[in-house]
């Protein structure tokens, strides 16, 4: 939409903090509407934890899915270029993944093990990704310019 010369974007802000404060804000907001309905016995206890826990997987997915696409100066890589690239897509496709099944598990999985289910689905995704970072930033360190 154009105001005055000036482009403004109503439906998502470019800034990352701005976005990350309106998800998180979406995420609360969610919370507390469905903790209502939940009170006035319109959706019952487990509904609410599986439409959150879906809701969380779903950020995950999100984010992960943006994370090979954002550009990077060139002197904050951790690596040479191809391989920081090479870094941010796996580090996408893995955390996708992981998101995935936990979505998968608050979704579909008997309620009692959905937690426990869906952070062991997310975890190991997340320590592999942990340690190609440590790999690729240790490795620059050394002296080298290889990485992960």
């Not at 109503?10 to 976005?19: D, E, L, Q, T």
């Not at 995950?60 to 899915?65: D, E, L, Y």
């Not at 100066?73 to 998101?99: E, I, K, M, N, Y």
Request: charged share 15%.
């Amino acid at each position: 939409m154009q105001k005055g010369g000036v482009h403004i974007d109503i439906m998502m802000p470019n800034h990352p903090i701005r976005r990350s404060l309106l998800i998180a804000a979406i995420y609360l907001l969610t919370a507390v509407v469905l903790n209502a309905l939940r009170q006035r016995h319109v959706v019952g206890a487990e509904a609410t934890v599986r439409l959150l826990g879906t809701l969380m997987g779903s950020v995950v997915i999100v984010v992960a899915n943006a994370l090979p696409k954002r550009l990077v100066a060139l002197g904050r890589l951790s690596c040479d270029p191809a391989r920081d690239q090479t870094l941010r897509r796996f580090g996408g496709w893995t955390l996708v993944l992981g998101g995935l099944g936990y979505t998968l598990a608050y979704a579909l999985s008997p309620i009692a093990i959905a937690a426990k289910l869906a952070v062991g689905l997310l975890a190991p995704a997340v320590v592999l990704v942990a340690g190609a970072m440590a790999y690729c930033a240790w490795t620059r360190g050394s002296g080298t310019r290889g990485g992960a």
